[in-house]
């Protein structure tokens, strides 16, 4: 197994974070061009963490519901994120993690497995820059919850480049956008699982530069809202982030449970109607947007619904039962999602016409847990 | 980067997994038959329950109205027996919460609870203020703490009930929120009789029986817990100096209790009262032992419950009756776990990415 060891030196560090801002000081973030190269007879490939009996793996399903990828993972894991070069699957362990796995899912060969630096922890979510050369993770001092997002150099065997603050503790959730990081920083000081500061939690959104890690904006929840954790978000393209959210207060409040945020404006915190704001339990575990950016789905666990939500218009849309319904993903079809279970199901959603469609899965992936997050790629 | 890029996890190894794993899909003993499982289950508990629901709360509605048509205190008693007999018929199906009574929030608009802001007292207030008429169109848009059977309660079992009830809109309200539970309850009542046929023949295809027997797993095993943390540790608090009557369901009309023995009674008949039943399930398992100490959990929470002689509102402030409470308290937490077992015996997940958060 190969094992990133030069992660540690100061000297080495500096050297990647020359190189980095070398990089980003000739403007080489180059676009996307195309998911993969060799994508001649292309079939989606749906890529989660998914656990059992305390065994834990990163699985990929194709469209029969066969499995292609099946990889051993050493504890369980959170969210996956794909290479836009390679076919590569980075996947998080679940906070508070020790590992970031890169596997190739064409053919399930691992590519690093890298370690957390000593007395950071890694929070469960990862991305890669639009041109692949950079790794981006949230993570937290041990000691105090202290945000940091930690980019690391893909070429240099993932060796930390740059090291910037969150501007809040216990980042969750980051996206990376024209050379903008966004962090959900969720506000709440964790010791291994246990909560330590609910009494004054400060969730804030946070927009870095990619380049130094420049605060541009930070938004807080408002006081009277503190404790909501700002823990997930997708972005659409006319830049409306929509955000999904956590509730650490009485059990008894009717809280918001998404918002939206758009640079330089306050956040707009959307309650679905009573009722069914109290089925989601003051707990979302995920949200993606369709392919047109339009709808973003956000899954409650807890509550055994996913709801939509309309974001141009600012409102509820409409909502589907889903037991422990958690993992989210678009499908190129608008207003279709994917939805996975902890029960191991996979559903078709569309909200639109209110379809739900259980998929077929060969019935070992459906023993398994289909974990937090999935995503969908093509091989 | 080819530098980076070891082949450590040869094919064999992912092809050992699935083996592996297929072999885990297969070690329970030996599958139990859902569709006739879930047949009985439907048939001789959940359909009759929901009948039961549905005449009390057609009662209830007529009571409401001859109350309304000349308030007296004969006819408000009678309408507080008949409010009584329906919230627990409601207690006693309340524990299903999948299908029909998830509809429109069917299941908030019945009992909105608990409601730790008192939305409810606001709501009725403003109601009661309004002149709109009570009519459908008016529950289509109404908070659903005006909905249900905590609105209902407030208006009959208030100190000065009969006296609210003479004057101003109470009556009015009370006759129009006792006739709305009476439709949503008939509606759901109507709705499973048709589920019943479709979705819980004995001829239903396995796999999505054993989907369906999960719902059915969930509503025996989720309330214990609910019923433990909201039902009596919150009003309980930490000690009978601390504790919050008002927190508990119920505490108008004084059932707390009442409520709690419903909910256990129909768990326990959900657990063993019926043709096909997880009890049985369990001895087929092999695991007759724990079978026997989930019956004899439920046994001694009935005889723990029976015991506590005052109402829940006074007990939870007696040092006496408070160590029973917590006693019960434990005793629900024991067989939260030994359900949780049962499930485990069985197969049956019921959550994982709802037990935990991320």
Request: charged letters at 20%; aromatic letters at 6%.
């Amino acid at each position: 197994m190969f094992l990133v060891s030069n992660w540690g030196s100061t000297a080495v560090m500096e050297t990647n974070r020359r190189r980095f801002m070398g990089l980003m000081a000739a403007g080489l973030m180059l676009p996307v061009t195309g998911v993969l190269a060799n994508t001649g007879r292309s079939r989606p490939l749906l890529i989660s963490a998914a656990s059992h009996a305390n065994r834990h793996w990163l699985l990929g399903t194709d469209d029969t519901g066969a499995t292609r990828l099946h990889y051993p993972l050493p504890s369980r894991a959170h969210h996956v994120e794909l290479h836009p070069r390679q076919p590569w699957v980075a996947v998080a362990a679940r906070r508070p993690g020790d590992y970031i796995e890169v596997v190739d899912y064409q053919n399930g060969h691992q590519i690093a497995r890298i370690p957390v630096d000593p007395g950071y922890l890694f929070n469960g979510h990862v991305v890669f820059s639009d041109d692949g050369r950079w790794l981006v993770s949230t993570e937290e001092r041990a000691s105090d919850s202290a945000g940091q997002v930690v980019i690391r150099d893909v070429e240099q065997s993932f060796a930390i480049a740059e090291r910037y603050s969150t501007g809040g503790i216990g980042p969750h959730e980051l996206l990376l956008h024209n050379n903008e990081l966004i962090i959900a920083n969720g506000g709440i000081h964790t010791h291994g699982r246990e909560k330590l500061n609910l009494d004054s939690m400060e969730p804030s959104l946070a927009y870095l530069d990619f380049a130094s890690g420049r605060l541009n904006e930070q938004v807080f929840m408002p006081a009277e809202h503190f404790q909501l954790s700002i823990r997930h978000m997708d972005l659409n393209p006319d830049g409306i982030l929509a955000i999904a959210m956590q509730y650490q207060g009485d059990s008894g409040d009717h809280k918001p449970l998404v918002a939206l945020h758009r640079r330089g404006q306050p956040l707009q915190l959307l309650a679905a109607p009573e009722a069914i704001n109290r089925q989601m339990k003051q707990y979302c575990g995920s949200i993606r947007l369709d392919s047109s950016g339009q709808i973003a789905a956000v899954s409650s666990p807890r509550g055994h619904v996913v709801t939509f939500w309309d974001l141009p218009r600012a409102r509820f849309l409409t909502m589907m039962h889903c037991r422990d319904g958690c993992g989210l993903s678009a499908t190129g079809q608008p207003g279709e999602f994917l939805a996975s279970s902890g029960l191991g199901h996979l559903y078709r959603m569309n909200p639109r016409t209110h379809e739900r469609e259980r998929l077929p899965l060969d019935p070992a992936a459906a023993r398994l847990h289909w974990d937090h997050h999935m995503k969908l790629a093509s091989v | 980067m080819q530098s980076t890029h070891t082949r450590m996890w040869p094919v064999w190894l992912a092809a050992t997994a699935l083996v592996l794993l297929a072999g885990l899909a297969h070690a329970s003993p030996q599958e139990p038959d859902w569709p006739h499982f879930n047949h009985q289950l439907v048939q001789q508990h959940l359909l009759p329950r929901y009948a039961q629901l549905d005449s009390t709360a057609t009662a209830l509605s007529q009571a409401s109205a001859t109350l309304c048509r000349a308030p007296n205190q004969q006819a408000l008693q009678t309408a507080r027996e008949a409010w009584f007999d329906s919230m627990q018929a409601w207690q006693g199906i309340q524990h299903v919460q999948f299908g029909p009574v998830q509809f429109l929030m069917r299941n908030f608009s019945l009992e909105f609870w608990p409601d730790r802001k008192n939305i409810g007292a606001r709501q009725l207030r403003q109601t009661l203020a309004s002149d709109l008429p009570y009519d459908d169109e008016f529950f289509r848009h109404a908070s659903v703490s005006i909905q249900g059977f905590p609105a209902l309660e407030r208006l009959l079992f208030d100190d000065n009930a009969l006296q609210h009830l003479q004057q101003g809109r109470s009556c009015e309200l009370t006759t129009a929120i006792a006739a709305h539970i009476a439709q949503i309850s008939q509606a759901i009542h109507q709705e499973w009789q048709t589920k019943a046929l479709n979705e819980f023949s004995p001829k239903q295809d396995t796999d999505t029986a054993a989907d369906l027997a999960v719902e059915l797993m969930a509503s025996l095993v989720e309330p214990i817990e609910v019923i433990r943390d909201s039902k009596l540790l919150k009003p309980m608090a930490d000690s009978t100096q601390t504790a919050k009557p008002k927190l508990l369901e119920s505490h108008r009309s004084g059932s707390s209790l009442a409520n709690i023995r419903s909910n256990l009674a129909a768990l326990n008949e959900l657990y063993q009262g019926t043709d096909a039943s997880v009890d049985q399930l369990l001895q087929q398992a092999d695991a007759a032992e724990l079978a026997r100490d989930i019956r004899l959990s439920f046994t001694n929470l009935d005889r723990a419950l029976s015991q506590i002689s005052s109402p829940l509102k006074i007990a939870v402030a007696q040092p006496e009756a408070h160590v029973q409470l917590v006693k019960i308290s434990t005793q629900l937490k024991q067989l939260n776990d030994q359900l949780h077992s049962a499930m485990d015996v069985l197969g049956i997940q019921l959550g994982f990415n709802s037990r935990d958060g991320d």
